[in-house]
């Protein structure tokens, strides 16, 4: 890499690392609840009838079934999730919404927008927050299509 390629990905690598973990910690302070787990609500919240199947949130997720597996474990006991079998597969098993967990994802929402906006989108320029959504879709479009 050229010095201002090698630059350019240190500086993308460290920021993209403090994010997360900012994002995480601001939504623990705020929501008692990590990043991943608020990730997951998001994703049971827009999918039909809030339901998904394990396999499928794994694979959103680019996770190992048996983080999900312990990351849905984690949202029963909390009562933001409940599980059930995969109609007409014994194996399979679908991972529901509750309402209870709506009301928290609901609950834990403004505080996460807060912090996204407060460590990215409002040190940017709105030409900047067009070409980041450019290249993150750009980037993401390549390693989904090369897993």
């Given at each position: 890499m050229?010095?201002d390629?090698?630059?350019t990905?240190?500086?993308?690598?460290?920021?993209?690392r403090?994010?997360?973990?900012?994002?995480?910690?601001?939504?623990?302070?705020a929501?008692?609840?990590?990043?991943t787990?608020?990730?997951?609500l998001?994703?049971l919240?827009?999918?039909?009838?809030?339901?998904l199947?394990m396999?499928?949130?794994?694979?959103?997720?680019?996770?190992?079934?048996?983080?999900?597996?312990?990351a849905?474990?984690?949202?029963e006991?909390?009562?933001?999730?409940?599980?059930?079998?995969?109609?007409?597969?014994?194996r399979?098993?679908?991972?529901?919404?509750?309402d209870e967990?709506?009301?928290?994802?609901?609950?834990?929402?403004?505080?996460h927008v807060?912090?996204?906006?407060?460590?990215?989108?409002?040190?940017?320029?709105?030409?900047q927050?067009?070409?980041?959504?450019?290249?993150?879709?750009?980037v993401?479009?390549?390693?989904?299509?090369?897993r």
């Open positions: 050229t010095a390629e090698q630059r990905w240190r500086a993308f690598g460290s920021a993209m403090q994010l997360t973990d900012r994002l995480d910690r601001d939504l623990q302070a929501a008692g609840m990590p990043i787990y608020y990730e997951l998001v994703m919240s827009e999918a039909p009838d809030r339901t199947r396999s499928e949130l794994a694979q959103r997720t680019d996770s190992k079934p048996s983080r999900i597996t312990h849905v474990g984690k949202l006991q909390s009562g933001w999730v409940r599980r059930e079998h995969y109609p007409g597969d014994r399979g098993w679908l991972t529901v919404l509750t967990g709506l009301a928290a994802l609901r609950a834990a929402a403004p505080a807060d912090s996204v906006r407060a460590h990215l989108i409002d040190l940017l320029t709105p030409e927050v067009r070409q980041l959504g450019e290249i993150s879709e750009i993401g479009a390549h390693l989904t299509a090369s």
